[in-house]
Nanobody, 117 residues
Framework: QVQVVESGGGLVQPGGSLRLSCAASVTLFSTYTMSWYRQTPGKQRELVAV???????NYADSAKGRFTISRDNTKNTVYLQMNSLLPEDTAVYYC???????????WGQGTQVTVSS
C-alpha cells in the first residue's frame, strides 16, 4: 500500500524557517510530479510549489523568493524549504504525488505549520 508521509511541521516565529519533508513509498518515484499544497480552515487547498521531472520548479506568487522545493529521487523524498515565514503561511501543508504515466495520485495526511510569536 502506497504511503505519502509529510513531516517537519511545527511552530515557528515570524521570520523563521522550516523544512518540510515528504516521503512517498511509490515505485518509479522519479516519474512523479511532486507538489506541496496548503489549506487553512474555510479555504480551498492551494498549490504552493511543484516539481515536474525534467522541468524547473514552479511556485505560487506567495512562495516565490522564500520557499524552495527540491527532491531526492534516491530517497523517494521531496522537500519544501520555507524561509522568512509569515503568519499568513500558517496552514496544514499537504504533499501530493502525481504520475500521469501511471495514472496515480496520492496525498499525504498533512503537517501543521504555525507561524506565530
Amino acid at each position: 500500500q502506497v504511503q505519502v508521509v509529510e513531516s517537519g511541521g511545527g511552530l515557528v516565529q515570524p521570520g523563521g524557517s522550516l523544512r518540510l519533508s515528504c516521503a512517498a513509498s511509490v515505485t518509479l518515484f522519479s516519474t512523479y510530479t511532486m507538489s506541496w499544497y496548503r489549506q487553512t480552515p474555510g479555504k480551498q487547498r492551494e498549490l504552493v510549489a511543484v516539481t515536474v521531472p525534467g522541468y524547473s520548479p514552479n511556485y505560487a506568487d506567495s512562495a516565490k523568493g522564500r520557499f524552495t522545493i527540491s527532491r531526492d529521487n534516491t530517497k523517494n523524498t521531496v522537500y519544501l524549504q520555507m524561509n522568512s515565514l509569515l503568519p499568513e503561511d500558517t496552514a496544514v501543508y499537504y504533499c501530493k504525488a502525481d504520475s500521469q504515466i501511471l495514472g496515480k495520485v496520492y496525498w499525504g495526511q498533512g503537517t501543521q505549520v504555525t507561524v506565530s510569536s
